[in-house]
């Protein structure tokens, strides 16, 4: 074969360091930026925080000079004042105090059930017994496992049958809060009412009902209940009110994990009649290259290449982030504008909206605009919400216009939280009435729609 060589044009995307870091930072959302930033500030010393004063500033040209001076005739003890914090007193130097001691720390389950068992006097086997069980717990105070398998688990060498498991159950049932240790919803349900004074109004019939007929209340088969039961609509009510006041997740109030927060990253405000979007600018890093470092390199230019990089590498953060939220900013005027009703009467008034739309009107690429909505947050008179929720689809009114799925979900859970307990609506009269308002949605779409609102049938929203 012969070689030759040949002249080709050709075209290549390439994505260069710039434009991907401008890419990953516009993906975070706000508390994932924070740490990011952080993480920049301790790799890169050209790097500072802008509000910080710079270390070749003098303190006499400082503006809060006086404030400092103060400061150190208190540290000194010239004014023989001690700061309060947290109800205690400390020297205003003391270096060693920890203002996170007076945080209160959340108690999981776990510890809160164990505080207890450190009050019963047990032996160490009945001690050891109770740890088990309470490891074996759930997240919602149940014990998932049946004793027998727990029991088949343990070495045979311990000598531990189902029966001693079920001694250190009952204790541990008699353990805060009610109903923790339950090994279905009905028991849970059974030692919650059994803690209550007997002679409560519709006490005994409830418990006559979590003990045995529990799926008849569950499927709200009412007539069939009161006929088992002997009793009338008044006592089945009173009943029934028993049971709802129940919690079906003993444990609930035990938070497992990380809580997250979020911080917003556009306020909506009205100014002249018109809802507008603007930066909340507690979120944006407070970023700058450092100048002395920065006149230091440009005196000695091409001398150190490593750290002529590295300003580089700053001034990009630095531009990537001011970019991030100028992306985000255009994005949610953009959107804030499509939905001036959304603001002034609430989901019933939202726009269709898809990402496309706003790609358009703003000049930008959908990935872009799918970027700057993924875990950006938007707080308004109304709430918070997530960019992304004023995306949706679309149906065709009667009119010939177009209705949000947002629009027609509001208008749906208004329909139920208004009907009559009694009565309440089927999806068939759901579609009816929003046929009436000139919607036209089909009976498996409102069914689609109420369960994705979590929205139980008819039949299980029927009440005496």
């Not at 609509?233 to 979020?262: C, K, M, W």
């Not at 149906?395 to 009565?423: D, F, Q, Y």
Request: charged share 30%; hydrophobic share 40%.
């Amino acid at each position: 074969m012969k070689q030759a060589l040949q002249l080709k044009v050709s075209q290549q995307l390439t994505l260069t360091p710039q434009l991907q870091q401008s890419i990953k930072l516009l993906q975070l959302s706000t508390l994932d930026l924070q740490a990011e930033v952080e993480r920049f500030l301790l790799d890169n010393p050209l790097l500072e925080h802008s509000d910080e004063p710079r270390e070749a500033d003098s303190p006499s040209d400082r503006e809060d000079a006086p404030a400092e001076s103060a400061a150190d005739d208190a540290r000194d003890g010239d004014g023989g004042e001690l700061l309060e914090w947290g109800g205690g007193s400390r020297a205003a130097g003391d270096d060693d105090f920890d203002p996170m001691l007076n945080v209160p720390c959340q108690v999981t389950l776990r510890e809160h059930l164990l505080a207890q068992l450190g009050e019963v006097a047990l032996s160490d086997r009945d001690r050891a017994i109770m740890r088990l069980l309470i490891e074996e717990l759930d997240d919602d105070g149940y014990l998932p496992v049946q004793l027998e398998e727990l029991a088949s688990n343990i070495p045979l060498e311990l000598e531990l049958d189902s029966d001693e498991l079920a001694v250190g159950l009952r204790l541990l049932q008699q353990f805060d809060p009610a109903g923790v240790g339950a090994r279905s919803l009905a028991e849970a349900l059974e030692l919650q009412l059994l803690r209550r004074p007997g002679q409560e109004p519709g006490h005994a019939l409830a418990l006559t009902i979590v003990r045995e007929h529990l799926a008849l209340l569950g499927n709200r088969d009412y007539a069939r209940l009161k006929k088992t039961l002997g009793c009338g609509d008044d006592q089945l009510r009173e009943a029934q009110t028993q049971i709802a006041s129940l919690n079906p997740r003993p444990a609930a109030g035990f938070v497992e994990g990380e809580v997250h927060y979020v911080i917003p990253d556009i306020s909506v405000r009205k100014r002249r009649g018109r809802w507008v979007a603007e930066l909340n600018r507690a979120a944006m890093p407070k970023l700058r290259v450092n100048g002395l470092y920065e006149r230091m390199l440009a005196d000695n230019r091409g001398q150190n290449g490593e750290m002529s990089g590295r300003l580089q590498e700053a001034r990009w953060l630095v531009k990537n982030i001011q970019q991030r939220f100028d992306t985000i900013l255009k994005v949610a005027e953009a959107i804030v504008e499509r939905q001036q009703l959304f603001f002034e009467h609430g989901e019933v008034a939202m726009r269709p909206l898809i990402l496309r739309d706003i790609a358009e009107e703003i000049g930008l690429h959908e990935s872009t605009v799918s970027r700057s909505t993924s875990q950006k947050y938007l707080l308004c008179a109304r709430g918070l919400f997530e960019l992304k929720y004023f995306f949706g689809s679309s149906l065709e009114t009667e009119s010939g216009g177009e209705c949000s799925a947002t629009a027609i979900k509001a208008h749906i859970r208004g329909m139920v939280e208004s009907e009559n307990p009694a009565k309440p609506l089927s999806d068939s009269a759901i579609a009816d009435a929003l046929d009436k308002l000139g919607i036209q949605v089909a009976r498996r779409t409102v069914a689609k729609y109420r369960e994705a609102m979590q929205i139980p049938p008819v039949n299980l929203r029927k009440t005496l």
